[in-house]
């Protein structure tokens, strides 16, 4: 009796425990998440603007996708109009992408993923290193999550510090090359 007590109690404790366990990167996501959410949902009217950041977004560019500046007044609603867009974007485009998804590689299905941050919304994103830090380790959660354990351990190419979670430069330059090769792997 005094067993199964304590291992109930145990138990409780651990999984309590388990619950004050704070992951950095999921609390940045979500973070900026809202924030974007939140910008989204208070953006109303404005749809011929709306349709241009869509446009945008929706547009397949030769070389790289060029700069999108939205200029105006503080205040004005123009963080709000981006997520609008991009939302309309992630609403209407990204669906039809999903549906039609084909396969680069034998191994893993081609599809989008999409990464939001707000600057100065968070320590995390208040300074380019740390912001670019943080993009890195979405990113590398989001693509080894899609990947068995035996992808992981009998393909060599995710043997490479590109692919392992604990791993990022620490300096500017270091971190900048290292986020095109995590954009090039997956």
Do not use: W
């Not at 977004?57 to 503080?74: A, D």
């Not at 990113?139 to 590109?162: C, D, G, H, M």
């Amino acid at each position: 009796m005094t067993d199964s007590i304590s291992e109930l109690l145990e138990n409780s404790l651990q999984r309590v425990s388990d619950r004050l366990t704070i992951d950095a990167v999921r609390e940045e996501i979500l973070l900026h998440s809202r924030i974007f959410s939140d910008s989204a949902n208070s953006f109303t009217g404005k749809t011929r603007l709306v349709n241009k950041v869509l446009a945008f977004f929706l547009r397949r560019y030769r070389y790289g996708i060029p700069p999108f500046l939205v200029n105006g007044p503080l205040g004005n609603a123009s963080t709000n109009l981006l997520c609008k867009g991009f939302q309309k974007f992630l609403d209407d485009a990204v669906p039809l992408v999903f549906a039609n998804r084909i396969s680069l590689t034998s191994d893993s299905p081609s599809f989008p993923i999409s990464i939001v941050r707000f600057v100065g919304a968070s320590p995390d994103s208040s300074n380019t290193v740390t912001l670019l830090k943080s993009i890195c380790r979405q990113i590398k959660r989001a693509f080894t999550a899609l990947l068995t354990p035996s992808q992981l351990t009998e393909n060599p190419i995710y043997s490479s510090p590109v692919h392992d979670p604990d791993y990022l430069p620490g300096d500017f330059s270091s971190l900048s090359t290292y986020f095109l090769d995590l954009l090039a792997h997956y």
